[in-house]
């Protein structure tokens, strides 16, 4: 498939800071590509300059055809933005606030209407279209953001981490509206820090921290990086120390990294099963008491985790 996006070289500077810094990727008609890593990693500054907000420092991205730098009104035209901000009028209902946005769009009259009904069909609030927005729970406005965003039908779809806050359920229901938009043949650029939505939606995904793009595939290519390798969550307590028993993990045979996110160490082994006998030892030597424990085969946190030595935090 040919490519709707080509980012190249992008970079962006505020002041001494780089929050982007320069990089390369491209995005094919059709798919939904995922940008992954943790808050603060560069992903909203990325959807920001792709979706003409801010200004690129250097590089450049073209869309469609189009230059982000030299055509910014001919983008707008192929492009859809879900930001992870809600841009909605709580006094109105969801209609009133697609009515709203899509005069924006300059759309209008009957056209609107009927586009209003087949966006909320979308995003499953028919039912509720007449209720004031205030009135919603975080899920539903999530899904009436998403709403706004496909107003004008775009080719290229930026959502920008659109689960962040909500409840399980709605989250469910997010994503199954991605993968619906993407079966009618929306183009999806997906922002987040949730591995498992990433393994989920995405046909390629991208890995991004500190502003730079460390790694970009398929999850097979991806996870191909960290060879047959398994992922052994150990879950403590609160009132343990997950520091002390990451030190302590490291130096043991088998152990190629330990890591801590929350109340979680996360080791990095070729046999999970090998060492777990070792591990437990290790934790009972230290006084800390391991409440359950996951084994994983590899997936884009253990990549993740591969290349830049931590976890991918929530």
Same mark, same amino acid.
């Given at each position: 498939m040919p490519s709707i996006l080509e980012v190249n070289n992008l970079v962006k500077k505020y002041g001494d800071f780089?929050?982007?810094? $320069?990089?390369s990727f491209d995005i094919r008609e059709g798919e939904i590509f995922s940008l992954l $890593?943790?808050?603060?990693?560069?992903?909203?500054?990325t959807i920001s300059m792709l979706s003409t907000l801010y200004d690129p420092t250097d590089g450049d991205a073209v869309i469609a055809g189009h230059s982000i730098k030299k055509y910014p009104m001919a983008v707008r035209q192929v492009i859809g933005v879900v930001p992870q901000d809600l841009a909605l009028y709580e006094e109105l209902t969801a209609r009133e606030n697609l009515e709203f946005w899509g005069q924006m769009y300059g759309l209008g009259g009957k056209p609107l209407a009927s586009r209003i009904d087949e966006v909320l069909e979308q995003i499953g609030l028919t039912d509720k279209a007449k209720n004031r927005v205030k009135t919603y729970s975080g899920g539903m406005k999530r899904r009436v953001n998403i709403g706004v965003g496909l107003l004008h039908k775009p080719r290229l779809l930026f959502m920008d981490e659109p689960t962040v806050g909500i409840d399980?359920?709605?989250?469910?229901?997010i994503l199954d509206t991605v993968k619906a938009l993407n079966a009618q043949g929306m183009t999806v650029l997906y922002t987040t820090h949730y591995m498992e939505e990433?393994?989920?939606?995405?046909?390629r995904v991208g890995i991004i921290d500190h502003g730079e793009l460390i790694a970009l595939g398929?999850?097979?290519?991806?996870?191909?990086?960290?060879g047959q390798t398994d992922t052994l969550l150990l879950h403590i307590g609160e009132e343990e120390d997950p520091e002390a028993l990451s030190t302590a993990l490291r130096g043991l045979p088998g152990v190629q990294n330990a890591d801590v996110s929350d109340h979680t160490v996360s080791i990095i082994t070729p046999s999970a099963e090998d060492i777990l006998a070792a591990v437990v030892a290790k934790a009972n030597e230290r006084g800390i008491k391991i409440r359950s424990l996951d084994i994983r085969e590899p997936n884009l946190e253990a990549v993740f985790l591969h290349l830049t030595g931590r976890a991918l935090r929530d």
């Open positions: 780089t929050a982007v810094k $320069g990089i $890593g943790p808050n603060g990693a560069g992903k909203t500054t399980p359920q709605s989250r469910r229901a990433a393994a989920e939606l995405s046909n398929t999850q097979d290519e991806l996870t191909r990086q960290v």
